[in-house]
């Protein structure tokens, strides 16, 4: 048997979660998604105090069918948006759903663009030069919000721009006045330029988005790594003290049973010495696939080091977790382990104990397991001792 030394009664760090699943273009996506939907709600309701404005400035000059008509649309567009926004922060979607309020967030923004861009040219007074220009720079300023805002998003930024910007910068450009076509060149220049940005901005966002995917995934394999024992696949002695220590202060909080199994496999070395080490870890593979046949979904089953083995049974008495020791003794008594043209039979001794609402901490669990483990092997192992 190994050394059991002061490390059961370290606690640990707790680990990251581990990123969702899917690959990094789907992380990213999803990334995005979110980052725009967390932005969206400022932003729309100044767009919606942005189109009040307009209303009111052009409210002794234009149309007043045509603004009311404009400002319900904008309105009822904006609600739309913000009712989307709102859904998306209650509900939190996984990456699966994503490309679908993905999608539903293209088209809702290019809605209120083109009810900002084409209406912003249906509702100009043709007549006047300067309240057209007024409305223009309205336009540009709300294009300049959206690529700030959007700006994760490439592609629902470049809408947002070209939805806002052509419709009156075509109309401009067509216009037999010099001043409006000035305005429509200096428009040209500026959705140039906005778009050169955005593309420059999502492809180093893109880029950061995958570095900081890679480097979670990376850590959280490493940390997964640090708490797996690598034989067998189960959780490590690091791994079993932390789960324990957790499982057993919710056990007491809440006035829970829990047991726990502690065993190892008997006359260990002679299959080292008489098979070789490789051998020996197919013995122990066998054993760890059992336990994992055993052990429910709540259950903790770890390996100590060497040969020894640990089953911690929440919401178990010490009399059920005896009849799951003496199952799983049955089970691994039964193995034959084949290597190198050799069936390989062996045995585990077990130990068995339970909390019993006190104050006492893991490394005494253990140590009662421990003793009960002892006393199976001085009484002939392939047995099963409780404490307590």
């Known amino acids: 048997m190994s050394d059991r ?33 967390q932005q969206a709600p ?14 009111y400035a052009l409210w002794g000059v234009a149309e007043h069918t045509r603004l009311l008509i404009w400002f319900a649309i904008v309105t009822a567009v904006t609600l739309v948006r913000l009712t989307l926004s709102l859904q998306f922060r209650r509900r939190t979607p996984d990456p699966d759903t994503m490309p679908w309020w993905e999608q539903a967030f293209i088209a809702s923004l290019a809605g209120i663009c083109l009810a900002w861009g084409a209406g912003g040219w249906w509702i100009m007074p043709h007549g006047s030069v300067i309240h057209q220009a007024i409305v223009y720079f ?70 950061t988005f995958e570095l900081s995917y890679e480097l979670r995934l990376a850590y959280g394999r490493a940390q997964e790594l640090a708490r797996t024992d690598e034989l067998t696949g189960l959780a490590n002695r690091r791994a079993f003290v932390e789960h324990g220590v957790a499982a057993l202060d919710q056990a007491r909080r809440y006035g829970r049973q829990l047991a726990l199994v502690m065993f190892d496999i008997d006359h260990f070395k002679r299959i080292n010495d008489t098979y070789g080490h490789a051998a020996g870890d197919a013995a122990l593979r066998a054993v760890a696939d059992r336990i994992r046949r055993a052990a429910r979904a709540a259950d903790v089953a770890g390996r ?56 006492t901490g893991l490394d005494t669990l253990l140590q009662a397991a421990d003793e009960a483990l002892y006393r199976a092997k001085a009484q002939g192992r392939d047995r099963v001792e409780r404490q307590g």
């Open 5 to 37: 030394p002061s490390a059961l009664r370290r606690r640990l760090t707790p680990v990251l979660p581990w990123p969702a699943a899917g690959t990094v273009d789907a992380h990213i996506r999803a990334e995005r998604v979110r980052l725009v939907f």
């Open 42 to 55: 400022p932003a729309q309701l100044l767009s919606l105090v942005a189109a009040a404005v307009i209303c």
């Open 138 to 207: 309205f336009l540009i300023g709300v294009a300049g919000g959206a690529a700030a805002t959007y700006a994760a998003h490439a592609l629902a930024s470049t809408i947002a721009i070209s939805a806002l910007m052509l419709p009156a910068t075509l109309g401009f450009a067509l216009e037999n006045v010099l001043e409006l076509r000035v305005l429509a060149l200096g428009g040209v220049l500026y959705l140039a330029a906005a778009l050169r940005s955005v593309r420059t901005f999502g492809f180093f966002l893109h880029r």
């Open 304 to 359: 100590l080091g060497g040969e020894e083995f640990a089953l911690l049974l929440p919401e178990t008495g010490i009399d059920a977790a005896v009849r799951v020791a003496e199952r799983l003794r049955r089970d691994v008594a039964a193995l034959t382990v084949p290597y190198d043209g050799t069936a390989l039979q062996f045995t585990c001794s077990f130990g068995v104990t339970e909390h019993r609402g006190d104050t």
